[in-house]
Every structure is written in structure tokens, then in C-alpha cells.
């Protein structure tokens, strides 16, 4: 089936550190999407992206849609300690609303 | 976006027994889904919950182990059945509530989840 592999798995950084994660499938997808979880929370919907080649920012937070549709990335510039928490990338292959997630990376970030 | 209530967010359960989990969401929405996070683990989509019909299982998931209902456009359930340790996760909740214009405000929307645990 289909699958997302998702990188780096944890990241462990200093505050005001930029930050970078990505995700590759061999699959096209036509919606990339990130998310955050916080512990004891569902995920929260950061960034949604539609199209191949597009760029999108939601303040610090800036992700792209790979134009080979195949993958996503997902930059945070000038970290701050409640950044801490699992982001999570998710595509949707088929425009049902049906999602596939990668498996997650943990960020931790050093006062 | 669309307002997701799930309830109860938390249950420990002994095994053999069942526990509904109700979604209610703030505004009509063509597509419901549960998904299930295993301890650590990412999310798996169990089935679409589709509204006046049987709900549609992904891979892995029977009917029988996981009913799903579908009222009207703002309420489902989710049944964890018999359930065994093996079922300890949490169950989400989520919505497709379009329309699609990029950003962050659109679809894609997740209740807080039911974190259940089995004795």
C-alpha cells in the first residue's frame, strides 16, 4: 500500500534554530498536509497544500508541494519552546479525504 | 473550519467489554472518518463513516470489531468491540469540511481524540 516516509524522526535543537523535515513517497499525491500533535491532543492542521510547486507560510512555518507530487517539506524558522511537540506530514492520493501519515518526527527545543 | 466534539476523551475498559465513542461536529460535512493511533505510533485511517449507508473499512478493519454509525451530517459513533489490551489507542475523529482553497483554514479537521485504554 501506500506509504509515507517521513524525516528526520526526532530533532533535537537549540531556540532560534531554523528547522527542516520532509516527506517522500513513491505514490502521487494531490494534497500534502502537516500537521501538529501535542500530548494528550489530536492533530492540529498547520499548513494544506493543493498544488505541485506550491509554496505556502503560515508565520514561522513555510511548507512546499513537491512539483513531482511525491514529496513535501516543512521549514519552522527561529524556533521557540512551544514548537516542542510531533509533527506529522499526510497526503491524500484520491481527493476523498482520506489520509495516509508519515510516521511522525519529535521536535525538541532547548531553552 | 469546522468544530469537532468527541466524547468520552479518555476510558480505561476492561477486556471483553465495548465502548462508544460519539463525534459531533458543529456544522454539516460530506465526509467523517476514524482513525486509530497506536501507542507511539502514527495514524491509521479505519473507515470512512458514510452518512445514511455501511460505513467503507480499510484494510485490516471489520465491521464486526469496529460498527460505525452515521445518522445525519454532524453526528457519528465509533464502537471498539470485545475489546482486548491490543486495542489500547487512541481514536480520532475527522472531517473533511472543504471547500478547498489551500492555506490552513480548510478541511482535514481532527476531534482531540479518545485515548482508550484496556485492562
Known amino acids: 500500500g501506500q506509504q509515507l516516509n517521513q524525516s528526520p524522526q526526532s530533532m533535537f535543537i537549540q531556540e532560534g534554530e531554523d528547522v527542516s523535515m520532509n516527506c517522500t513517497s513513491s505514490?502521487?499525491?494531490?494534497?500534502w498536509l502537516w500537521y501538529k500533535q501535542d500530548p494528550g491532543e489530536g492533530p492540529v492542521l498547520l499548513i494544506a497544500?493543493?498544488?505541485?510547486?506550491e509554496l505556502t507560510s503560515n508565520g514561522r512555518l513555510t511548507a512546499q508541494f513537491g512539483i513531482t507530487r511525491k514529496d513535501s517539506f516543512l521549514n519552522i524558522s527561529a524556533s521557540i519552546p512551544s514548537d516542542v511537540g510531533i509533527y506529522f506530514c499526510?497526503?491524500?492520493?484520491?481527493?476523498?479525504?482520506?489520509?495516509?501519515f508519515g510516521q511522525g518526527t519529535t521536535l525538541q527545543v532547548k531553552p | 473550519s469546522a468544530v469537532i466534539s468527541q466524547k468520552p476523551s479518555r476510558d480505561i475498559c476492561q477486556r471483553g467489554t465495548s465502548l462508544t465513542i460519539q463525534c459531533q461536529v458543529d456544522?454539516?460535512?460530506?465526509?467523517m472518518f476514524w482513525y486509530r493511533q497506536q501507542p507511539g505510533q502514527s495514524l491509521t485511517l479505519i473507515a470512512t463513516?458514510?452518512?445514511?449507508?455501511?460505513?467503507?473499512?480499510e484494510s485490516g478493519f471489520v465491521i464486526d470489531k469496529f460498527p460505525i454509525s452515521r445518522p445525519n451530517l454532524t453526528f457519528s459513533t465509533l464502537t471498539v468491540s470485545n475489546m482486548s489490551p491490543e486495542d489500547s489507542s487512541i481514536y480520532l475523529c475527522?472531517?473533511?469540511?472543504?471547500?478547498?482553497?489551500?492555506?490552513?483554514?480548510?478541511?482535514?479537521?481532527f476531534g482531540s481524540g479518545t485515548r482508550l485504554t484496556v485492562v
Open positions: 456544522s454539516q460535512v460530506t465526509m
Open positions: 497544500l493543493y498544488k505541485a510547486g
Open positions: 475527522s472531517v473533511d469540511s472543504g471547500p478547498r482553497q489551500g492555506g490552513i483554514d480548510y478541511g482535514y479537521t
Open positions: 463513516a458514510n452518512q445514511g449507508s455501511e460505513a467503507t473499512y
Open positions: 505514490s502521487i499525491f494531490n494534497t
Open positions: 499526510a497526503g491524500d492520493s484520491s481527493n476523498t479525504g482520506k489520509l495516509i
